[in-house]
């Protein structure tokens, strides 16, 4: 399977830009979790009023003969002149009564954010289960596991390819399980130390994988599977105020992991894993022979701060 090419060209408030390449802005917007609509760019503008009627004048040429529903949106108070209702009422006479305030035709949003007005029509829209998924909603239910958009960036990050194998050895309650399902990984292996969790995540996977998934009572510093045979691992390990790590600590903990991980990857294989920031978790992976790629730091409370490591097997 080859990988969709695309570069991000520029980050706004709320927004970003980026050349899509050979992306499929539907499938994109499928697998994406804080990604709420893709577009077509079809111009910007300074958010005064001059800027947006010209916008909106340059919209109107390219939607030559297209019925549109015209729908602004304002970040954070970004512009307070071009409000809505004047951004509407600009887009709506030089539309020429293409433009409907009601919902019919295309979507042409106007983003007003960071001293910039951009249009663009709407190609897709992201998955519309997440609430569906959220940990109380689920047959079986502890405090303390990652939403499901959260666990489906981490399980994004591990890059799971369509029939590939995916592995969370501290899977909790299933989160990242069910998000490696719904992005399309193949074969699913899943497992926990904590015996109420293995039984409970074995619910709450047959509910959401029908039956897609292996899930296995172990220690995950003695994976019970085979040398390189795993594409991809999310996983997030117990460390915070509600979590146990069977008395060994988090270090020692991820010690034992991290290095049954690696034999478990096959080379080129990512790896996803969190920990304290305080911990050092990106050292960690260093010393157990992986190549880390990134490192990305999450507040949560006053007490602790995630680090989030995306590390590949050489």
Aim: proline share 6%; with cysteine; aromatic share 8%.
């Amino acid at each position: 399977m080859v990988t969709p090419s695309y570069r991000i060209t520029y980050h706004l408030e709320g927004l970003a830009l980026f050349d899509a390449g050979s992306l499929n802005p539907r499938k994109a917007a499928e697998r994406a979790a804080w990604v709420r609509e893709i577009g077509l760019l079809l111009g910007i503008a300074e958010s005064t009023v001059e800027g947006i009627e010209a916008l909106a004048e340059e919209a109107a040429r390219s939607l030559e003969g297209e019925k549109v529903w015209v729908d602004p949106w304002r970040f954070k108070g970004y512009s307070p002149q071009a409000r809505e209702d004047v951004v509407r009422r600009i887009l709506v006479s030089k539309l020429r009564g293409r433009a409907s305030l009601g919902k019919g035709g295309k979507v042409l949003r106007v983003f007003i954010t960071e001293g910039v007005a951009i249009a663009g029509i709407i190609l897709a829209s992201r998955e519309k289960g997440f609430h569906l998924r959220r940990p109380r909603r689920r047959p079986f239910f502890k405090p303390g596991p990652l939403s499901p958009d959260l666990s489906r960036v981490l399980v994004n990050l591990s890059r799971p390819r369509e029939g590939s194998t995916f592995l969370d050895p501290f899977c909790g309650t299933g989160g990242f399980a069910i998000e490696a399902m719904m992005v399309g990984a193949g074969r699913i292996i899943c497992g926990d130390l904590d015996r109420a969790m293995y039984r409970g995540s074995r619910v709450n996977l047959d509910t959401f994988t029908c039956g897609r998934c292996l899930v296995i009572a172990h220690n995950a510093a003695k994976l019970p599977i085979g040398s390189g045979v795993v594409d991809s691992i999310a996983t997030d390990p117990p460390y915070g105020r509600s979590t146990t790590t069977a008395r060994m600590g988090y270090r020692r903990l991820m010690e034992g992991f991290l290095s049954a991980a690696l034999e478990a990857l096959a080379p080129g294989g990512y790896i996803v894993y969190a920990g304290p920031h305080s911990e050092e978790p990106a050292s960690l992976g260093e010393e157990a022979g992986l190549q880390v790629l990134a490192r990305m730091h999450m507040y949560v409370h006053s007490s602790l701060t995630r680090e989030v490591v995306v590390a590949r097997r050489p």
